[in-house]
C-alpha cells in the first residue's frame, strides 16, 4: 500500500505539551502487517516520546493474541484489516485480558463503517493511514490527553441513532437502527454533535460553545461512551433473548 | 268440518273463496280430529225435538207462537230467507233418573245471542244488535251438573241474533259424557281459535320481516310482494279472529272492507308470482290493478244493503284470481329453470288440486267433508318463506363467494404490484449504482487520472528533475484527490446538501492546519440551501482543498480564512491567509494555473490578489441554478467516459 522506499517525516512544528497530565501509552503493542506502516506507527510514537523498546509489533490476529498473552500492553494500535480476519475482532479480546488498555484503530480509505463498529466495540480512537503524520500525531496526542477523535461521519451516524425513526433515511455507512439511542444524549451532547457533522473541529466547537476544548472532549468521550455501552446493551439483550445468558 | 262448511254460511264461503293459505295447524289437527271422530262412542244423548220461531231485534222472550220444527245445524235462510232479526231455537231432550254431570257443547251460533238451559242463563253476548258481536267462530261448552238438569225434559233455549248475508243459524249441538264432550271442545276451541291465532302471529312476522327485508333492499321486489300480501292477507284473516267489528259501525261495512283486503291480496300475491319468476308484464298488471281499483270502487259505492250479492261474487272473482296465480307460477316455473320456482310450482299444483276441490265443495254442497287447502296452505306457507330463505341465503353465499374472489384477486393484484414495484426498484437501484459508479470512474478519470498521467509524463521524459520531495508531494496530491472521491462517494453524496459535503473536507483540513499551527477560520453562509451537482461540487471541493494545500506547502502563513458564500449571485468561495504570498515560490504557480482551469470549468470568475502578509485566491459566481444532473438522469451518456484511458 505505502512504498517502502518512501522514507516519511515527521514535521512537528508544534511543541509537544508538558506530559504531566498525559496517558502512558507505552508499552504500545502495533498490530500491523504492512512494515512501512510499523516503521511509520513506530516512527510517529517515537516523536511522541515513546522508546522503541517500548513497541511490540505483530503482523496478524494471532501473533497479536500471542504477544497480549505474553506481556501487559497500556496501548494497541490495531489495523483492521490484517491477514487473518478484522482487528476490530481484537477488541474485546484485549479488554477481556487487560480492561484498562487503550485500543486505537488504524483504518484506511473507504472503511468508516469498521470505524463505526471499532467505537461501539470499545476502541478509544482511530487514526487513519492516509492522513499526514502530524494530524496521526495530534490525533494519538489528544488520545493521551484524554481527548476523544470523533469525525463528522461519526458524529451523523450517532445522530441517526438518536434521531427519531422516521426522521432518517436509511444508511450505506453503517447498520444503525435509527432511535435506538433515542433520549440518551444531553441537549449540550446532541449540539455537539451536529457542529461536528458540520466539519468543525474541537478547538472551533468550544470556541463557539465559549467552552475550554478540554470540556468539549469531555462530553465527546460521554457520547462515545454511550455509543458503546449501549451497543453492550443490545448485545447483552440480545444475547439474552437467544437463551446465551 | 261440516261446520265450517255448512254452519258457517257466508264466511266460511268467503274462506274457502279466498283459498285459505294459513291455517295449516286446523288441517294437521281436522285430520286428528277425523281420526279421533272415528272412535267416538255412540253414548251421546239425542236432541230429539228442536222447533224454531222468528221475533223482533228487542225481544226478551220466545214469542207464543211460530214454532217450526227444524234440523241441528240450521241455516234460517232456507225457511226465511232474507230474515234479518231474532230466531229462537228450542231444543229438548230426556234425561234418565239418574242424573249425571253432562257436557254440552253449541259448535257456534251466528251471529250473536244467549244461551239458557231449563230457564237458566247460560251465557249472553256483549251486543245483540247491530253492531252485533261477532260470535259466529266461537264454539261453546258448559258441564251441565244436575241441579241444572231435571229428570225426564229438558230444554236447550238459544237466542240467535243474525243478520240474512251472513248464513244466520246454529251449529251442531252435542249433549254426552262430560270427557268426550269436553274433548270434542277442546278440538274445536283450537280449530276455530288458537290455531288461527298462531297463523295470524306467523302471518304478520313473515310480513313484516319480508317488507323490512325490501325496504332495506329495494331490488328484492319479489320480498316486497310477498310481505304485502302476508300483510294483506291479515286484513282478510280477522274475519275468522275478531269478536266484534272493531272500528267499523256494523257488520255490513267490517264485510266489505274485510272483501277488499282479499281483492287486495289476491291482486298483490298475482304480483308476487310474476316478480318472482322475474317476469315483467305491464299491460296485464295494469289491467289487474285497474280491475282491482274498479272493484274496490264498486264495492263501497253501492249502497250497503245492497253490497252484499257484489261482495260475495268479487270474493269468489279473487279466489279464482288467487288459483290463476298458482296455475301461472306453475308455468313460469316449467318454462323457466330456476330450481327455487319449481320447487314452489310443486306446492302450487297441490293446492289448485285443493283449491278446485274446495271450491266445487262449497259451490254444491252444504255439508262438505274436508278442506284440503287448509294442508296446502300449509305447506305453501313453508315452502314459500323456505324459497325465498334459500334465495336469500344464496344471494348471502354468492356475496360471500364474490368477496373471497374479490379478496383473491385485490391480494394477486397487491402482489403484482409489489412485485412490479420491487422491480422497478431494483432497476432503479441498479441504475442508480452504474451511475454512482460511473460518476466515480469519471471522478477518478477527470483528477487522479489526468495527474497521473501528467506526473508519469513528468517522469518519464526528465527523471533527472524529479527529486524525491516532488514525487511525494506528487503522491500526496494523488493521495488528497483520492480522500476527496472516497468520501463523497462514501457520504450520502448524490442527495446531501453542499455543506454536508463540505464538512469531511472542513474538519480534515482544520486538523491538519491546526496541527501544522496554522488557524483556520471558516466563514459559510447559505450553504444549507444550495444543492449543486456531484462533479461540480467536487470541483468546489477539489479547489478549496487545493488552496488550502498551497497555503499549507507554500505561504508560510499561520492564519488562513476560507469563506464560502451562496446568494443569488451564485457561490463564491474564498481563501487568504497571511503568508508570503505567491510568486516567489515556482511550484505556486502551477497549482494556481489549475486553480484557473477549474473556476473555468465551474462557469465562474476567477480571482487572485497576493502581497506579502495578504494572499487571496478565490472564485466568484459560480453558477447554481443548474438542472442537469447527469448522475441519475445520464448514465448511459456518461458510460463513454469509460473509454477513455485512465
Known sequence: MYPKALSWSLHLSFPISNPVAALELSPVLIVEDHVAVQRRLAHILGALGVPAERIGYAADIAGAKQAMRESRFASALVDVGLPDGSGIDLIPYLHERAPDTLAVVISSFGTQDLILRALHSGAVGYLLKEREDVEIAAALRSIQHGGAPIDPFVAKHILRLVAAPAASPPSSVAADAPGEMAGQLTRREEEILTLVAQGLVTREIAERLSRSPLTIDGHVKSILRKLQVNTRTKAINQARALGWL | ?646
Not at chain 2, 453 to 476: D, F
Request: net charge neutral.
Open chain 2, 1 to 646: 268440518m261440516r261446520a265450517v262448511a255448512g254452519g258457517a254460511g257466508g264466511s266460511a264461503r268467503d274462506h274457502a273463496a279466498a283459498t285459505i293459505w294459513n291455517r295449516f295447524a286446523i288441517a294437521l289437527l281436522l285430520f286428528a280430529h277425523a281420526l279421533a271422530g272415528a272412535a267416538t262412542p255412540a253414548t251421546l244423548t239425542t236432541i230429539d225435538s228442536a222447533f224454531a220461531a222468528r221475533s223482533d231485534w228487542n225481544a226478551a222472550a220466545p214469542p207464543a207462537d211460530g214454532w217450526e220444527p227444524v234440523p241441528v245445524p240450521d241455516l234460517w235462510n232456507r225457511r226465511w230467507h232474507g230474515f234479518d232479526g231474532v230466531v229462537w231455537y228450542r231444543l229438548q231432550w230426556d234425561e234418565g233418573q239418574s242424573l249425571q254431570n253432562t257436557g254440552l257443547l253449541l259448535e257456534y251460533l251466528n251471529m250473536a245471542g244467549i244461551v239458557y238451559v231449563n230457564d237458566v242463563l247460560m251465557s249472553r253476548d256483549e251486543s245483540l244488535v247491530e253492531p252485533l258481536t261477532r260470535a259466529w267462530n266461537v264454539p261453546r261448552y258448559w258441564e251441565l251438573a244436575p241441579p241444572l238438569l231435571r229428570a225426564g225434559r229438558n230444554t236447550l233455549l238459544i237466542r240467535v241474533s243474525g243478520l240474512s248475508e251472513y248464513t244466520p243459524g246454529i251449529g251442531k249441538v252435542t249433549l254426552g259424557p262430560v270427557a268426550t264432550v269436553r274433548d270434542m271442545y277442546d278440538a274445536l276451541r283450537l280449530k276455530r281459535h288458537d290455531a288461527l291465532t298462531y297463523t295470524f302471529a306467523i302471518n304478520a312476522t313473515l310480513g313484516c320481516f319480508f317488507v323490512i327485508l325490501w325496504l332495506l333492499s329495494r331490488r328484492e321486489v319479489a320480498f316486497g310482494w310477498y310481505g304485502l300480501s302476508a300483510l294483506l292477507w291479515l286484513g282478510y284473516q280477522f274475519n275468522f279472529i275478531s269478536t266484534s267489528t272493531g272500528p267499523f259501525a256494523s257488520n255490513r261495512t267490517f264485510a266489505a272492507v274485510n272483501g277488499a283486503f282479499l281483492l287486495l291480496f289476491a291482486g298483490s300475491f298475482t304480483m308476487f308470482v310474476l316478480r318472482f319468476c322475474e317476469r315483467r308484464w305491464p299491460r296485464v298488471e295494469t289491467v289487474l290493478w285497474v280491475l282491482v281499483a274498479l272493484a274496490l270502487a264498486l264495492l263501497f259505492a253501492l249502497p250497503p244493503e245492497r253490497r252484499d250479492g257484489v261482495r260475495i261474487a268479487l270474493m269468489i272473482a279473487a279466489g279464482l284470481l288467487g288459483l290463476a296465480a298458482n296455475v301461472l307460477l306453475l308455468v313460469l316455473a316449467w318454462r323457466g329453470n330456476e330450481v327455487e320456482q319449481r320447487v314452489l310450482s310443486a306446492t302450487a299444483v297441490v293446492y289448485l288440486i285443493a283449491g278446485v276441490h274446495d271450491l266445487l265443495v262449497f259451490r254444491s254442497v252444504i255439508i262438505g267433508n274436508t278442506y284440503y287447502a287448509d294442508i296446502t296452505a300449509f305447506t305453501n306457507t313453508l315452502c314459500i318463506a323456505g324459497v325465498l330463505a334459500w334465495r336469500y341465503t344464496r344471494n348471502l353465499n354468492r356475496i360471500r363467494s364474490f368477496n373471497l374472489q374479490l379478496q383473491h384477486e385485490v391480494d394477486a393484484a397487491r402482489s403484482e404490484l409489489a412485485g412490479n414495484l420491487r422491480r422497478e426498484h431494483e432497476i432503479e437501484m441498479a441504475h442508480a449504482r452504474i451511475g454512482d459508479r460511473l460518476t466515480l470512474v469519471r471522478d477518478i478519470h477527470d483528477s487522479l487520472g489526468s495527474s497521473l498521467l501528467g506526473s508519469i509524463a513528468e517522469v518519464e521524459h526528465a527523471p533527472e528533475k524529479v527529486s524525491v520531495a516532488s514525487l511525494l508531494e506528487l503522491l500526496k496530491d494523488l493521495r488528497d484527490e483520492l480522500r476527496l472521491i472516497v468520501d463523497s462517494s462514501i457520504h450520502e453524496s448524490t442527495d446531501g446538501s453542499f455543506a454536508e459535503r463540505l464538512a469531511p473536507l472542513r474538519h480534515r483540513m482544520t486538523r491538519l492546519l491546526d496541527a501544522v499551527g496554522i488557524r483556520c477560520a471558516w466563514d459559510t453562509a447559505g450553504l444549507d440551501r444550495l444543492e449543486l451537482p456531484s462533479n461540480r461540487t467536487l470541483d468546489v471541493l477539489r479547489f478549496v482543498q487545493e488552496a488550502l494545500t498551497n497555503v499549507l506547502k507554500h505561504s508560510g502563513a499561520d492564519r488562513v480564512e476560507i469563506s464560502l458564500h451562496c446568494n443569488a449571485d451564485g457561490l463564491r468561495v474564498e481563501v487568504r491567509d497571511n503568508g508570503k504570498g505567491f510568486g516567489s515560490d515556482p511550484g505556486q504557480g502551477a497549482g494556481t494555473r489549475s486553480m484557473q482551469a477549474r473556476a473555468q470549468r465551474l462557469g465562474g470568475t476567477w480571482r487572485s490578489e497576493s502581497t506579502p502578509g495578504q494572499t487571496a485566491v478565490a472564485i466568484v459566481g459560480i453558477p447554481t441554478t443548474i438542472q442537469d444532473r447527469p448522475i441519475q438522469n445520464s448514465p448511459i451518456q456518461d458510460s463513454a467516459t469509460q473509454n477513455h484511458p485512465i
